[in-house]
């Protein structure tokens, strides 16, 4: 089992920057990929970025353009630095761990991110 607790969500203005933070607990040997998600309000969950434990990363379109995705795995933390935030942006956005032989998924709370004037 892993758990985690997401943080950093919040209301900035458009062109703005927030950093979030997700922190994994438990079985964090087996973690294989970390990455973060995102639901807008009537929409499915859709991918954002990805990075595996050798450091691969993946993003969703043209986000690459503007976030950035690295873990610190001394502190088992992922991190999503968003920088020029749009209003297309606003969403609840969730930690997810794949872990083990099975790749199990695990998922955080989510946090909130408001993009808006």
């Known amino acids: 089992q892993v758990q985690l607790v997401e943080s950093g969500g919040g209301l900035v203005q458009p062109g703005g920057s927030l950093r979030l933070s997700c922190v994994a607990s438990g079985s964090v040997f087996s973690i294989n990929a970390m990455g973060w998600y995102r639901q807008a309000p009537g929409k499915q969950r859709q991918l954002v970025a990805r990075i595996t434990r050798d450091d691969n990363t993946n993003y969703a379109g043209s986000l690459k353009d503007r976030f950035v995705i690295s873990r610190d795995s001394a502190k088992n933390t992922v991190y999503l630095q968003m920088n020029d935030l749009k209003p297309e942006d606003t969403a609840v956005y969730y930690c997810?761990?794949?872990?083990?032989?099975?790749?199990?998924?695990?998922w955080g709370q989510g946090t909130q991110v408001t993009v808006s004037s």
């Open positions: 997810n761990v794949q872990s083990g032989l099975l790749w199990t998924q695990y």
